[in-house]
């Protein structure tokens, strides 16, 4: 059943951050599991020719009063990272590492946690090193694998895959082959399950 319930995600979008946190208690209070498909949004939108909110001042302006409402509302801790636009190629490198790793949820949750909650900024390697040490991971290793073609290439045609399917933001979700867009979408998306 939740094995055709994806979650495509970028640490970069702080709407992305209140539907992980969000995913994350209904797989607790559901006992079910959401499959996180890791991609690239700047690539996405360029993609889709689409501007990123940071990008239009008074669209980004509004987003920072939005998110703290989105937030409060949902009952999410969150404060808006004071070091936006965190650039998460690296970060979503390691995601497709960790996969292999078996350490997915942990380190997602962790970089999550590290930029919406905690105020880190995550541009900084060193700070990101320190990251990865407290998830158990070597960060030479990860850094170094994260260069590597193979993950690379896997980040790039995991985002253009998404984009063939529709995906044109994050969060977005797509459950029984049905697209749906938006942090406040989640619930629809968890609706389509039971048809």
């Not at 607790?28 to 889709?48: Q, T």
């Not at 939005?66 to 650039?87: G, R, T």
């Not at 073609?149 to 399917?165: G, H, P, Q, V």
């Amino acid at each position: 059943m939740i094995k055709n319930f994806e979650f495509f995600f970028d640490f970069t979008s702080p709407y992305t951050f209140i539907a992980h946190k969000k995913i994350r208690k209904i797989e607790k209070d559901r006992s079910i599991k959401i499959k996180y498909m890791p991609i690239l949004l700047g690539a996405l939108l360029k993609n889709a020719g689409i501007k990123a909110n940071v990008d239009i001042p008074i669209k980004g302006k509004y987003m920072i009063k939005d998110c703290k409402l989105c937030a409060e509302k949902n009952n999410v801790q969150f404060k808006f990272n004071n070091y936006f636009p965190i650039m998460s190629l690296n970060l979503m490198r390691y995601v497709l590492i960790a996969e292999k790793k078996n350490v997915a949820e942990k380190l997602i949750n962790k970089i999550f946690d590290s930029i919406w909650i905690d105020d880190l900024n995550l541009n900084d390697e060193v700070i990101v090193k320190k990251l990865l040490t407290k998830v158990e991971i070597n960060p030479e290793n990860f850094i170094k694998e994260s260069q590597s073609i193979e993950i690379k290439n896997d980040l790039k045609k995991r985002t253009d895959n998404a984009f063939s399917r529709g995906v044109f933001g994050c969060p977005s979700f797509i459950v029984n082959n049905k697209l749906f867009w938006g942090q406040d979408r989640l619930e629809f998306a968890i609706e389509e399950l039971s048809k």
